[in-house]
């Protein structure tokens, strides 16, 4: 998964909402990212904040468009994923 958001952000884009749900693993266990829904081109400011609240970033609950809120929710996935939730 962290290749993924490293792709992203690599092309400038911030996936804003990572989450054990958005997270798909293939039966030949290649990881894939889904739901860009709310995702961010970071050239242009984001109007709004989004994503899971559970997952959000501080950066993000300022209204900040960063590429760390991502690092950060994927952290929160990660625990989410080692706890079994």
């Given amino acids: 998964c962290l290749k993924g958001i490293n ?3 690599n092309n400038n884009i911030i996936h804003r909402d990572i989450k054990c749900q ?5 039966s030949d266990f290649n990881v894939k990212i889904i739901d860009f829904g709310i995702s961010k ?3 242009y400011k984001a109007s709004t904040i989004t ?3 559970t997952h959000m970033s501080p950066e993000t609950r300022r ?4 590429f ?9 996935t990660a ?3 080692g706890r079994g939730d």
């Fill in 41 to 43: 081109y970071t050239e």
């Fill in 51 to 53: 994503g899971t609240p």
């Fill in 79 to 81: 625990i989410e994923m």
């Fill in 63 to 66: 209204g900040e468009t960063c």
């Fill in 7 to 9: 792709f992203l952000h």
């Fill in 22 to 26: 958005n997270i798909l693993l293939s």
């Fill in 68 to 76: 760390s809120s991502d690092i950060w929710s994927m952290g929160c």
